[in-house]
């Protein structure tokens, strides 16, 4: 069931309410914002939400609703549901409520999904004791703007070394290797057997990869996630071109990682190394962008 919260209040003073007298009907009145709000989806995966409003009614209420809506692109209603009231305003004439609802970017509960270019309206209907009806509208408008990636690649490299090397001590311009990192989602596996030049290495535990010929364009959180979707999806072993003393071999590689987290970061395989005696290392830099909670506007 979805948390909403109508709070129906009686007011005394007749003076904070928009007066109608009985052969006009009821009046709904929002106080604030004039009844529109947007909802930033690159901001954050749910909005709270609250807005307050006032009914009047000279006949007196006979019933008092609230329709949410959920309006694709396009305009059509995917989902609708009636909230339930906290108090039965039947034979009031002057009320205010307060609708406090969570918007998820992802509602698995209630079955639906916002986009871009969605609404979600909520209608409140006031029938007074005459049958005269007055509908007020509460509309909240979904975006998703864009958001950019780091321009420079993270300070930090991500050296990794197999299992068999981890306990040497290996390093690569003063940075430790280790086996795997889970930010990029890559498990280093080392060399095969001295048959090749190349090291291996498979994505971690929940990750997933699409390699990508550019990165031109790649400049945005959702340009990796159009990239990711449109491309071929890796989650087994691969090789990656190293240099074994000497010997270029090494070939650079960019590619998507989705971690285990459902991030979506942007690496760029950046050096190889081979070395019997300073060790065999995979090298990364990384660019990922960074969301906070989204907030009512």
């Excluded at 069931?1 to 009145?29: D, Y």
């Excluded at 409003?53 to 692109?73: F, H, M, Y």
């Amino acid at each position: 069931m979805k948390n909403f919260k109508i709070a129906m209040i009686l007011v005394a003073a007749v003076a904070f309410f928009c007066s109608c007298g009985g052969k006009e009907g009821p009046s709904i009145t929002f106080a604030e914002k004039d009844g529109i709000a947007t909802y930033d989806l690159s901001q954050g995966n749910s909005l709270t939400l609250n807005f307050e409003g006032s009914v009047t009614a000279e006949a007196g209420i006979e019933s008092l609703k609230v329709i949410q809506t959920i309006n694709d692109a396009e305009g059509t209603a995917v989902k609708a549901f009636e909230l339930p009231l906290t108090e039965d305003p039947a034979g009031k004439t002057e009320f205010t409520f307060t609708l406090e609802d969570v918007l998820m970017k992802v509602d698995t509960e209630n079955d639906y999904s916002l986009a871009s270019g969605y609404t979600v309206v909520y209608d409140v209907t006031c029938a007074d004791k005459k049958e005269q009806t007055e509908t007020k509208s509460w509309t909240v408008t979904i975006t998703e703007t864009a958001t950019p990636l780091p321009t420079a690649w993270n300070p930090t490299k991500v050296v990794l070394c197999s299992q068999s090397q981890s306990g040497y001590g290996i390093t690569y311009e003063g940075v430790a290797a280790k086996v795997e990192d889970e930010t990029i989602g890559v498990k280093c596996l080392g060399k095969n057997d001295h048959k090749d030049y190349n090291m291996y290495a498979e994505p971690t535990a929940g990750a997933s990869w699409v390699f990508v010929e550019s990165i031109e364009g790649l400049t945005t959180n959702e340009a990796l996630v159009e990239a990711y979707n449109n491309g071929t999806v890796v989650t087994s072993r691969t090789m990656f071109p190293a240099t074994d003393e000497g010997k270029v071999n090494f070939t650079e590689k960019y590619f998507i990682s989705k971690n285990k987290n459902g991030e979506y970061v942007l690496v760029d395989y950046c050096a190889g190394r081979l070395n019997t005696t300073s060790g065999n290392v995979m090298v990364f830099q990384y660019k990922m962008a960074e969301t906070t909670p989204a907030a009512a506007k």
